[in-house]
C-alpha cells in the first residue's frame, strides 16, 4: 500500500517580510547615486552627439543649398545668443539671408533646427556663431563645452578650420 504524505503549507511571517524588504531597500540605496551618475552621462553624451549633428546638417546644408548656414547658441531657442553665450541652454541652425549680417536671425529666417537641451546641462563656447561657407568649409572655429549641473567634467565639441566638428578626447572643465 502507497502511502501519501501530507505536507502542510507555511506561510510567510511577517519578520521574514521584514528582512527581505530591508534587503531590498539596502540594495536599491546603494544602487541610485550610479544610476544618477549614468543619467548625467547619458545627458551629457546624447547632448554632444546632437550637437555633432546640427554642426554637420550646418554644413551640408551650405554645400548642398550654396547658402551659408550658421549655428548659434541660444538661451530660448528663438534668438541666438551673440557674443554673451553664458550657459546657453541650446541652440539654432538658420540658412543666412541676402543681406544680413552673418549669425543674424530674424522671424523670416528660415530655421533648419532648434534644439532645446535639458534643464540640467549647459553649452558655453569660445564663438557663439559658427558659419558654414558653400565652400565646404566653416568660417570661423569653435570649441563647445558642454556641462552637466553636479559635474565638474564635461564633454567639448571642436569645430576645426575645415568645418568638420568631433568630440574632444579631453574632457571640458566645468564650474559649478
Known amino acids: 500500500m502507497d502511502t501519501v504524505l501530507l505536507h502542510r503549507s507555511r506561510g ?26 549614468l543619467q548625467r552621462a547619458a545627458a551629457l ?11 554637420q546638417q550646418a554644413r551640408s546644408s551650405a554645400i548642398l543649398q550654396g547658402v551659408p548656414t550658421t549655428l548659434c547658441l541660444s538661451a530660448d531657442a528663438v534668438t541666438c545668443a551673440g557674443n ?4 546657453a541652454r541650446g541652440w539654432l541652425v538658420f540658412q543666412q539671408q541676402p543681406g544680413r ?18 534643464a540640467t546641462v549647459t553649452v558655453n563656447a569660445s564663438r557663439a556663431a559658427v558659419t558654414y561657407w558653400p565652400a565646404a568649409r566653416a568660417g570661423t572655429t569653435s570649441t563647445f563645452d558642454l556641462c552637466v549641473s553636479g ?25 559649478r
Open 101 to 118: 549680417a552673418a549669425g543674424e536671425i530674424n522671424a523670416g529666417t528660415p530655421r533648419l533646427r532648434s534644439v532645446r537641451l535639458p
Open 12 to 37: 510567510v511571517t511577517a519578520l521574514e517580510l521584514l528582512v527581505v524588504v530591508a534587503v531590498l531597500a539596502l540594495l536599491a540605496s546603494l544602487a541610485t547615486p550610479s544610476f544618477a551618475s
Open 45 to 55: 553624451s546624447a547632448a554632444a552627439n546632437q550637437l555633432v549633428w546640427s554642426l
Open 151 to 175: 559635474v565638474s567634467l564635461g564633454r567639448s565639441v571642436v569645430v576645426s578650420q575645415t568645418g568638420r566638428p568631433r568630440v574632444a578626447a579631453e574632457a571640458a572643465a566645468c564650474n
Open 84 to 87: 554673451q553665450n553664458g550657459d
